[in-house]
Nanobody
Framework: QVQLVESGGGLVQAGGSLRLSCAAS????????TGWFRQDPGKEREFVAA????????YYADSARGRFTISRDNARNTAYLQMNSLKPEDTAVYYC?????????????????????WGQGTQVTVSS
């Protein structure tokens, strides 16, 4: 069973930056897409950003657009989420996810149900 592994979370002051990484336990894993979601205790998991590995199309939640950048590295088979200008409300556990097939519809990228593989999550805490 392929596992996704996130790294890069931590504690940062408001206005600071963090870069999250998402890699697969198998280097031959085929990332059709990568999505980043986050979840606060007691809240639903929410979409943050996604990228298509076939054409590099990117998608962002309104809360992330302009501050976060999603990217991928083919050679490393790793996806990244660069987070700048962090705010206390960005505090959450961040999860990366990948589907087991090509996502044919743009709307699919926003929904957690479109993704079949999930990481264990990495904590991001932004202090005020």
């Amino acid at each position: 069973q392929v596992q996704l592994v996130e790294s890069g979370g931590g504690l940062v002051q408001a206005g600071g930056s963090l870069r999250l990484s998402c890699a697969a336990s198998e280097r031959t894993f085929n990332f059709y897409a990568t999505g980043w979601f986050r979840q606060d205790p007691g809240k639903e998991r929410e979409f943050v950003a996604a990228i298509s590995w076939s054409d590099d199309s990117t998608y962002y939640a309104d809360s992330a657009r302009g501050r976060f950048t999603i990217s991928r590295d083919n050679a490393r088979n790793t996806a990244y989420l660069q987070m700048n200008s962090l705010k206390p409300e960005d505090t959450a556990v961040y999860y990366c996810a990948a589907p087991s097939r090509v996502l044919e519809y743009k709307a699919s990228y926003w929904y957690a149900t479109a993704y079949d593989y999930w990481g264990q999550g990495t904590q991001v805490t932004v202090s005020s």
